[in-house]
């Protein structure tokens, strides 16, 4: 047996060749498609009203803290309103969803959806921070 004999035909080869190179190409497409519909630009408050006009629409990731006595729930509407400060920037937000339990004054925020002309950030997801004391009351339990 030689070792031509264990190759496969000239034809065969660049259509396995060709086949594998497509599939290639279709998956490459398929992940940077996937990753560029969901990425979100993280920025302070000050970055995201320095962009003006070319960050509306876009979506975006903005952290600060709850301004005391901002917090409006209508249940109804299941609509939450809300000003975020950082520095001395502000931010009202508009959040379409259930108040969850650990919003209140003074509370860490993380939200995540569009800037409009308006003013105010619409959010499609609402992180909050755990307060430091239940993260001292978790460190001494777990010390015992």
Known sequence: ?????????QPRKWRFLIAAAVIVIVLVYLILSSTQGSAVYALTIGELKGRGSAIYGRGVRVGGTVVTDSITYDASQVSLQFVLVE???TLPVI???????????????LVEGKYGPSG???????LLKCPSKYEAAATQT???
């Open 95 to 109: 959040y379409k969803g259930a108040r969850p339990d650990m919003l209140r004054d003074g509370a860490e925020a």
């Open 87 to 89: 520095g001395g920037d």
């Open 1 to 9: 047996m030689t070792t031509t004999e264990n190759r496969l035909p």
């Open 142 to 144: 777990a010390t015992k």
């Open 120 to 126: 105010t950030f619409e959010a499609t997801k609402l």
